[in-house]
């Protein structure tokens, strides 16, 4: 039987460049901690860009101010090629790829992997995370576990590798399971590679991609692993100030990306909150405060979703004109134009106006709700 000890669980979700926000929230969590030194948190589950920050900040367990500093310091210094390559000769030549196997049905050349070959960001993670340090903070009992969340092609199932120093086994339910294993570099790579856009990575033999893909219970992770009680840093964009035009265009293919991204990101995040909010209703009718299955102990669980407060679409639309020129020809290509918000822009734009602005208004919304956080945190 498993049990809850009263652990603090960090979910952080994907959303590509919008990863940005969620080191602006934890730079304000930083702030409120104050001369405090440790992570706050003891269970920690990223999916996609949140895969990236929640490895690095598990790599500086004792220390999170320096954590969230060095986030800052890479996100804060971003630019596209750092992210995936943008030269011109590679592009066009990647675009001639793509046409020259559409009209040929794959004779004249064989199918592309990707859109984009993100190779310059396997480069980058190998150098800022340290993951003999992630090892070294689980076996010391500095942190309970560390989850990073994949998409199995093969299985068409979620997928979240986990590394910690506890008994929990590998669980497996419809749609979703789990590896007991040390994070490397392919697991990141492969919680990160969003389909077609960017290579699928095989691990033991089996390709993943992002870990959005099937992720229909986001939450579950870090609960599985003891979190008692969980901090959501959301990448859905705020949509309350959407003005619907009267002109009905076909949507174009970045229209229609940019929905299905936003869709893959943060329609599963709310649904499995409202499983939860259910889940809490339940246990609170039982007078002991909690309920018991088969395997476990399930007993209340508290949240805090800290999410923007701005669409990011209307700031990655002003900074635009910060991406190389041969992207912009591409975007352009699919219909992301300079003078249009575009959903499908603020997953790619990896430049530091546009990560600057994110964790510039991460830092506000929650600096904005301190009473909460700290309260949450019980600072």
Not at 7 to 29: D, E, F, T
Not at 300 to 309: G, Q, R, T
Request: charged share 20%; proline share 3%.
């Amino acid at each position: 039987m498993e049990s809850f000890d009263h652990k603090l669980g960090l979910v952080l979700p994907g959303g590509g460049a919008r990863g940005a926000y969620q080191v602006g929230v934890l730079k304000a969590i930083s702030s409120i901690q104050g001369s405090i030194e440790k992570s706050p948190f003891d269970v920690i589950s990223g999916t996609s860009a949140g895969a990236i920050n929640a490895s690095m900040i598990c790599s500086e367990i004792d220390n999170f101010h320096e954590s969230v500093l060095k986030l800052e310091n890479i996100w804060g210094n971003f630019s596209t090629n750092q992210i995936y390559r943008t030269e011109k000769l590679f592009m066009l030549r990647q675009s001639f790829h793509w046409l020259l196997t559409l009209i040929s049905g794959g004779v004249l050349m064989k199918n592309p992997r990707s859109l984009l070959d993100n190779q310059p960001l396997r480069d980058l993670l190998k150098d800022a995370v340290d993951f003999e340090s992630i090892n070294r903070n689980i076996n010391s009992g500095g942190l309970d576990a560390l989850i990073i969340n994949a998409a199995s092609y093969e299985q068409k199932q979620s997928v979240s590798f986990f590394t910690t120093n506890t008994s929990v086994e590998n669980w497996h339910k419809v749609g979703r399971s789990s590896r007991k294993t040390e994070i490397n570099i392919d697991h990141l790579m492969a919680s990160v590679a969003l389909p077609l856009i960017f290579p699928a990575v095989s691990i033991d033999g089996e390709y993943y991609g992002d870990g959005a893909i099937h992720q229909e219970t986001p939450l579950s992770p870090a609960i599985r692993l003891g979190a008692k009680n969980l901090l959501i840093i959301s990448t859905e964009s705020s949509k309350d100030n959407v003005m619907n035009s009267s002109k009905k265009d076909y949507p174009s293919f970045s229209e229609i990306g940019g929905y299905i991204l936003d869709g893959l990101f943060s329609g599963s995040l709310y649904s499995d909150l409202e499983r939860l909010d259910r889940i809490n209703q339940v246990i609170s009718l039982n007078d002991n405060q909690k309920v018991q299955t088969n395997t476990k102990e399930m007993k209340h669980i508290d949240y805090l979703v800290i999410s923007p407060s701005i669409d990011f679409s209307v700031i990655a639309k002003s900074c635009y004109k910060d991406m190389p020129f041969s992207l912009r020809m591409l975007f352009k290509g699919i219909g992301i134009k300079k003078d249009k918000n575009s959903d499908l822009l603020s997953f790619l734009l990896f430049e530091s106006s546009f990560s600057k602005s994110l964790m510039d208004l991460g830092f506000s919304d929650a600096m904005n709700r301190k009473d909460e956080i700290e309260d949450f945190l019980k600072i």
